[in-house]
């Protein structure tokens, strides 16, 4: 019999979920792996498989799948659950808001309605620094205690009202461990190049728009403003290696496995920020591929500068992150050139 703890993992098969399965299953859990493949590939699950050379436990359902979840939760004796099912595109947010709540608000309700009934104690959010809108503090290394938090989007507005439904459905909850994790920008992809980001349609991310265009599936890369207040003018953000962020999961569901009744919030970033100009400078040196880009107008909403304020993750998780940008660039393309 398996000594593993089993941790349900929805959204498993999605960028982040399925980099956070591999480090689970490196770590000596047992990920169950809960995805309808809406918007991501079957063909991941025999990659993580390849990765962990083992076979993962996999229902294809939806979050909001009443009987799928009983019958999950009463075949297993679930440990935790990782909740990363969810819609995640701004633009797409602001065309369709209803989509956006009724999906990322009512998956959250329903997987919280099975921790209480099946008693599972730990349960980890996955949560975006989108939260905290146009802060004036992003541009110093935002802490997770700023306040009056203003998202600026449905999809943002879907991640801070699910952190303050889970902190009021927790007051009647004593026994139970919360994790919120606010994520900066996710980037790269698994060293292996098995496992990685597989945009729907046109990115609108800088990373895959960037290995997308060097492939030669886009034609030009736009870089949107180089007049913002910044040492070359184009916008700061704090990118974080895909392998690190999965990392981060572990480390909290360690972490409240051991507690007994907590909740915290934690940023989950570098603490450092790079330029759009400085990665793309970056790309072309790493992998010595000439890449079609030009300056464009600003992006409507983007905020300057974003880094997180990492000090609280460091200290509580005992986490930190072990690669770099320019890792997370490298593997972004092995991973953009394995899909050739
Ligand atoms: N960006 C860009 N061109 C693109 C996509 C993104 O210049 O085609 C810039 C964007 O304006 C922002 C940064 O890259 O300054 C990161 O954008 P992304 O959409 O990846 O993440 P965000 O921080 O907006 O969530």
Known sequence: MSERKKILV???AGYIGSHTVVELYNSGFEPIILDDFRNSEEFIIDRIQKIINNEVILYKG?????D???MIFEAHE?????HFAAYKAVGESVKDPLMYYENNIGSLLSILRCLEVYKVKNFVFSSSCSVYGDHPKL???ITEEASDLKPQSPYANTKLIGEQIITDWKVNQPDTNVCLLRYFNPVGAHESARIGELPLGVPNNLLPFITQTAAGIREELTIFGNDYNTEDG???RDYIHVVDLAKAHVKSLEWLLAKNGVIDVFNVGTGKGSSVLEIVTKFEELTKVSLNWSFGPRRTGDVPVVFADNKKVKEYLKWTPE???DNAIVHAWEWQKSLE
């Open 10 to 12: 929805t959204g498993g």
């Open 62 to 66: 939806a979050c909001q799948d009443a």
């Open 68 to 70: 799928l979840l009983q």
């Open 78 to 82: 679930i440990s935790g659950v990782i």
């Open 139 to 141: 541009g110093n290394g």
């Open 234 to 236: 184009t916008c700061i």
């Open 323 to 325: 690669y770099t940008v």
